[in-house]
């Protein structure tokens, strides 16, 4: 197989698009939600201004395929400039769903509300209703699994539930005469 035609090259960039997305499930679930969840735990809290610690993975991925880039071109490597592509195509496609559908963090509003692209916004929604770093679900950016078997799974697993209770015994902690304050 001659690894520098067009048809292998193309080939090269779909699988590296489609394997980064095993690969984000896989870093997400077992990276950053266990010893990253440093940097991660601020994109489950809510917080003030634009950027968040969670960018960070963001700049260390496009370290990576510019890395690769400078790789593939400087030593005439075809098949690693392939991988860059795909990389960073995937990176593309993440920030228009991830960044993008779900966070709204571009200048319009578009919420899709049908299909697909629907079902991807919905999911990670619910992968965003854990706000510790356990027991979360859908930790995937492209494939999202069907919202029932989600939602069954997060009922079945009474995070949500405890997690709530939890924020409301702390509320109480911090206002100990919660007769004066107002019923919400
Ligand atoms: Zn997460
Ligand atoms: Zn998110």
Known sequence: MDFSSWPVLIAIV??????MEGFAWWAHKYIMHDWGWGWHRSHHEPHEGMFEKNDLYAVVFAGFSILLFVVGTGFGIPVVTALATGITIY??????????LVHQ??????????????????AHRLHHAVRGK???VSFGFLYAPPIEDLQRRLKDSGVVAREQAEIRRSAKAVAPTSDASPTL
Request: charged residues 20%; positive net charge.
């Open 14 to 19: 779909l699988l590296a698009v489609v394997g």
């Open 91 to 100: 990176g593309f496609l993440y920030f228009v769903v991830h960044d993008g």
């Open 105 to 122: 963090r571009w200048p319009f509003r578009y919420i899709p509300h049908r299909g697909y692209a629907k079902r991807l916004v919905q």
């Open 134 to 136: 356990e027991h979360g």
